[in-house]
């Protein structure tokens, strides 16, 4: 039996580690990191999107297997992009073939895949907040919706005291 969670503090249940989080475009991939309590989700760096075909292990899924491995990081939150309704398009189909090929590649670390509708949106609107106009906040945008994802993921792990989103599992769909 675990004890009640403290507020501010990581949930008694889940194991001690940072958490990382991605947000997957087409070109680039946003990269975050939280403290090893899963308090506070911080920017980490963003990664150009490797889409050579026949690669065994692509460039930005290496590194962010090195990044993992550096941080000890217990858990990865890929962002999965879907329609205001709910349903997924073409974006969440290859947010869902990522996830599944990092989860392979980082086996025995769990990947989640967690809601991320409008984080994009936000990133953008929050960095236009902070002065940065948008050519100069291109290279950043993705590393904000990377950290607004992330922190959604952690509230919800304090909330639920579980891991948030939808677990990647190694073979097959894992489409509810």
Known sequence: ?????????????????????????TVRVGLAASDPDGLVATPVE???????????????????????????????????PRH???SEGS????ARA?????????????????????????????????GRGSRRHRSVVDQAAAVIILQSALDGERGAGARAGERVHLTGDQRP
């Not at 150009?48 to 075909?53: I, L, Q, V």
């Not at 974006?91 to 290859?94: G, H, S, T």
Request: aromatic residues 4%; proline residues 7%.
């Open 91 to 94: 974006a969440a189909e290859d």
């Open 46 to 80: 963003t990664l150009a999107r490797d889409a050579r075909a026949g690669a065994a292990v692509p460039a930005d899924v290496a590194r962010l297997a090195a990044e993992v491995d550096e941080r000890g990081a217990q858990v990865v939150y890929v962002g999965l």
């Open 98 to 130: 990522y996830a599944a090929k990092v989860a392979r590649v980082i086996a025995p670390v769990p990947v989640f895949l967690v809601d991320e509708r409008m984080t994009t949106v936000s990133a953008h609107q929050a960095l236009h907040a902070a």
């Open 1 to 25: 039996m675990t004890t009640p969670d403290v507020p501010g503090e990581a949930p008694t249940s889940l194991p001690r580690g940072a958490r990382l989080a991605v947000d997957v475009g």
């Open 84 to 86: 205001l309704s709910g």
